[in-house]
């Protein structure tokens, strides 16, 4: 029986994710991409294209920011004292940052005057148009458990990677 990419299937891809032609993110077919359909393992309008899909469809679809990584927010940027921050810190660098509560935060270095830097908390493709070149590997039903925790657990799954109480699924879009 041939399944379709529905709420609750695992379905396997290899994609390539292009901002502007340049290639931002790619998982080929020998180290695809799974996601728990439904979940929001994957930005809003991939998940929409992919819905009813079967194996080996491809599929090409260029996203506007409200259906994939969101619109850049200018006001989403924070001042903090130098002194709080590694030493070698520079202008266009990354930065994890915790709040009091123990949340991450990728940041971006946007600015350094004397002792304040200028942080971007905006994801790094927030207000970008996106294209995905996908094509459909594998799909198969969701256990239980699966459908519990909201993302699959592969053969190469491993629940120390995952701290399954505070799973967050930026976490999940972030991870290689
Ligand atoms: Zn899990």
Redesign the pocket.
Known sequence: MSQIIEDNKVATVAYRLTVEGEIIDEATADDPLEYLHGAENIVPGLEKALTGKKVGDKLTVTLQPDEAYGEYNPEDVEKLDRADLPEDIEVGIELLLEDEEGNFFEVVVTEINGDEVVVDFNYPLAGKVVTYDVEVLDIRDADD??IA?G?P?GDDYD?ED?D?ED?DDEDYDDED
Do not use: F, I, N, S
């Open positions: 458990e699966e925790h993302h657990h629940d995952y399954d799973y």
